[in-house]
């Protein structure tokens, strides 16, 4: 251990255990009495605290180890700790309350595919499906929320390019951890004291494509780069992945349009567009759920803009939630769209004969291969078991008998219904497409021709989402707007899957209401 990370250590004495927890993938300090952590992907508060002298010293030390200013005039850092976490510092006053710290934490032993297979972000058919992928040299986009998983897929995908190939890396904050021989990493540097020296994404973007690549990852595109990395993908760097932040997959293309417009290129918005389409072959976008899991929800062709110049993408596999465990879990399949991909005939021209026409098939949820949905040690917060617990934590203890009056036997708890899971349902035989269900597959060169009219392929089914049940009418719900606590519990236990109940306000009883404010309507 060095000295920095010594006295650093000294420094976040207070939560060297959670750095020490390897159940702890996130800490979150919002100022000196209030941290939070982040385990098995579900947030809970900490009891630790720390003194606002320590917490800023802390701060402090952190900035010097990576020689950048941290102070009144530079109130925020990004840096990396000497054990490779990621975090982020914002000082008060601008931190309302106190100094705000992020580590997320790093881990040496990273994600590889069969873990996400545990973890239920994929299953086997969908990470070969993504192998194939990348060994087609698509250009792969991953997008997805804040912290929902899109780098350590990254990191994921990276692991599928073959060994020969040389790579090129270019991050704002070395996360990916490639195994591969033939490796080039670039980390971007901000400017010093003086703003001098600043190195960023697109200057390392420059040299990259001056360095012979025969892949570039680019750990995540935010700024007038954008641009520049589309123009390699349009000429002929093959196989680049990068992730956005967003969270549909024709979100991801508006989001790189706007970053293109950030370039500074004099450009007309449509050619930008064209651009954009013609770069981008994939979005595979992640998502956090609510159970801490973090899933990919679709992986989606981008095809050519329509004639009014608007960004078209056909899903090819989804993810479909069908229910929620009792402790909260979520449960759900994948499938496909029944579409073949443009570039379908290019799997068995390149070895993944494996690859057929099955794995685009549509599928319910008993068709579908099983998605492990794993153990929660917690039940979440509003979830039925979780008020179970929490009733029952709850609970006086029995009141001593009386004699004159008969007590009643408590009646017996009733047995707890088990919820449909996809892991019940029998394993997908891995059935073989029938002829003539799905469209004939294009041939090699044709796939690489502009996609036809959409019309021209088979219909584009949207997954029905599964219909909401009706919620029951509650009692003095539309007269007020703030439940008794003990209805807002019975309204949850009955209806665990929604989040928000809206009443409707008296005040405004005069004005019309719309659909989503309807008394008694949820939104999610
Ligand atoms: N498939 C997964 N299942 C469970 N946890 C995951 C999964 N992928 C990532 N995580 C955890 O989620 C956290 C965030 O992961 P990651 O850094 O990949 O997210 P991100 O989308 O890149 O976040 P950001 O937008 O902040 O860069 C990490 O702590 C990681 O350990
Ligand atoms: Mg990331």
Request: with cysteine; hydrophobic share 40%.
């Amino acid at each position: 251990m060095t000295m920095f990370s010594e006295s650093l250590r000294a420094f976040l004495k207070p939560v060297v255990g959670l750095l020490d927890d390897n159940d702890v993938s996130e800490i979150l300090i919002n100022g000196p009495k209030e941290i939070w952590v982040e385990r098995r992907g579900r947030l809970s508060r900490t009891e630790v605290t720390f003194t606002e002298d320590g917490l800023l010293a802390a701060a402090r030390n952190m900035a010097q180890y990576v020689g950048r200013p941290l102070n009144d005039e530079h109130p925020r850092l990004d840096a990396r700790l000497p054990d490779g976490s990621r975090i982020h510092v914002v000082l008060p006053p601008v931190a309302r309350r106190g100094t705000t710290i992020s580590i997320r934490k790093f881990f040496a032993e990273r994600l590889t595919v069969q873990k996400l297979v545990e973890l239920g972000t994929v299953t086997p058919r969908v990470a070969r499906l993504l192998e194939a992928m990348v060994g087609l040299r698509l250009n792969i986009v991953v997008s997805g929320g804040t912290g929902s998983g899109k780098t350590s897929l990254l990191n994921v995908l990276s692991s599928f390019i073959a060994p020969d190939e040389r790579i090129l890396t270019i991050e704002d904050s070395a996360e990916l951890q490639l195994q591969q021989p033939h490796l080039v990493s670039f980390e971007s540097r901000p400017a010093d004291r003086l703003g001098k020296g600043e190195v960023d994404i697109g200057h390392l973007l420059h040299s990259a494509l001056r360095l012979r690549p025969d892949r570039i990852i680019v750990g995540e595109v935010r700024g007038g780069e954008c641009f520049y990395l589309l123009q390699a993908m349009n000429t002929g760097h093959g196989g680049t992945l990068t992730t956005a932040h967003a969270n549909t997959p024709v979100d991801t293309l508006r989001r790189l349009e706007s970053l293109c417009l950030l370039s500074g290129v004099d450009m007309p918005l449509r050619a930008v567009r064209a651009q954009v389409a013609s770069a981008v072959h994939l979005v595979v976008c992640c998502e956090r759920f609510s159970d801490g899991t973090r899933k990919i929800t679709h992986i989606s062709e981008v095809l050519p803009l329509d004639e009014k110049g608007e960004y078209r993408t056909q899903d090819l596999l989804s993810f479909t939630t069908t229910a929620r465990e009792k402790d909260g879990r979520v449960v759900g399949h994948f499938t496909g769209s029944g579409v073949l991909p443009t570039f379908f005939a290019r799997f068995a021209a390149n070895a993944f004969t494996d690859v057929d026409a099955s794995f685009f098939q549509k599928r319910s949820a008993s068709e579908a291969e099983p998605a492990p949905s794993p153990k929660l040690e917690t039940p979440i917060p509003g979830s039925p078991a979780r008020a179970d617990a929490e009733a029952a934590s709850r609970l006086s203890p029995l009141p001593k008998p009386v004699r004159i009056a008969q007590v009643q036997p408590r009646p017996p708890a009733e047995p707890q219904r088990e919820q449909p899971r996809a892991a019940a349902i029998a394993p997908d035989p891995r059935p073989a497409a029938k002829p003539g269900l799905l469209p004939r597959p294009r041939p090699v060169d044709e796939a690489l021709r502009p996609a036809p009219a959409l019309a021209a392929r088979a219909p584009v089914a949207t997954p029905r989402p599964p219909l909401a049940r009706k919620p029951a009418p509650v009692a003095g719900a539309e007269s007020s707007i703030e439940l008794d606590p003990d209805l807002q519990a019975e309204v949850e236990r009955r209806l665990p899957n929604e989040s928000t109940l809206i009443t409707r306000n008296p005040l405004h009883d005069a004005r019309p209401l719309d659909e989503d404010t309807q008394p008694g309507t949820r939104r999610r």
